[in-house]
């Protein structure tokens, strides 16, 4: 059974740092790309970061460009996204969700339950 | 950037009944790299279409998508009472975005 389970969510001042893991299981990471997605309360879906299975291709929202970076450790099954300089606006859900493939477009097939991240002085 | 317009923003509909929702885009999408999810609430999204009209694994019949370039539709042929939801599309051709979402509520 393929899982995603995200963690290291929390409150943060605005200005500070956070760093998201994703821990993958259930089916062979190192094939497929992988993205984080956020929602903030009560609004829709924001993609937010696009890696490929080999970290060949990593890709970012405008909204988090020189904020954000994304990785991934294959030999632990494991996704990553740290967060700098974070803002109000940040403040969000935060999945981790699968592409249906390593590399190309893709839809997401398979997501987590999300880990809130919550920016406020 | 492709921006995804969707909608209504809100479908008052009761079971049994038809939906039809839209999503229109501000520039062609590519190959038809265009997908739908629902969400409930305290859910994740879950993957409904893909290729503008290919169904995801376990999707039930009911739900069926079409278009191309930069009109798309999502259509619940008869809504059943687990319908009851928020729909995203997603176009994944050029980076990705999302709509804004319809929510299909009951009437």
């Known amino acids: 059974e393929v899982q995603l389970v995200e963690s290291g969510g929390g409150l943060v001042k605005p200005g500070g740092s956070l760093r998201l893991s994703c821990a993958a299981s259930?089916?062979?990471?190192?094939?497929?790309?992988m993205n984080w997605v956020r929602q903030a309360p009560g609004k829709g879906l924001e993609w937010v970061s696009s890696i490929s299975s080999s970290s060949s291709y990593i890709y970012y929202a405008d909204s988090v460009k020189g904020r954000f970076t994304i990785s991934r450790d294959n030999a632990k099954n494991s996704l990553y996204l740290q967060m700098n300089s974070l803002r109000a606006e940040d403040t969000a859900v935060y999945y981790c969700?699968?592409?249906?493939?390593?590399?190309?477009?893709?839809?997401?097939?398979?997501w987590g339950q999300g880990t809130l991240v919550t920016v406020s002085s | 950037e492709i921006v995804l317009t969707q909608s209504p923003g809100t479908l008052s509909l009761s079971p049994g009944e038809r939906a039809t929702l839209s999503c229109r885009a501000s520039?062609?999408?590519?190959?038809?790299?265009l997908a739908w999810y629902q969400q409930k609430p305290g859910q994740a999204p879950r993957l409904l279409i893909y290729g503008a009209s290919s169904r995801a694994t376990g999707i039930p019949d009911r739900f069926s998508g079409s278009g191309s370039g930069t009109d798309f539709t999502l259509t619940i042929s008869r809504l059943e009472p687990e319908d009851f939801a928020v729909y995203y599309c997603?176009?994944?051709?050029?980076?990705?975005?999302f709509g804004q979402g319809t929510k299909v509520e009951i009437k």
């Open positions: 520039q062609s999408v590519s190959s038809s790299y």
């Open positions: 969700a699968r592409d249906t493939s390593g590399y190309g477009p893709a839809p997401n097939d398979y």
């Open positions: 997603q176009q994944y051709g050029s980076s990705q975005t």
């Open positions: 259930g089916f062979t990471f190192s094939s497929y790309s």
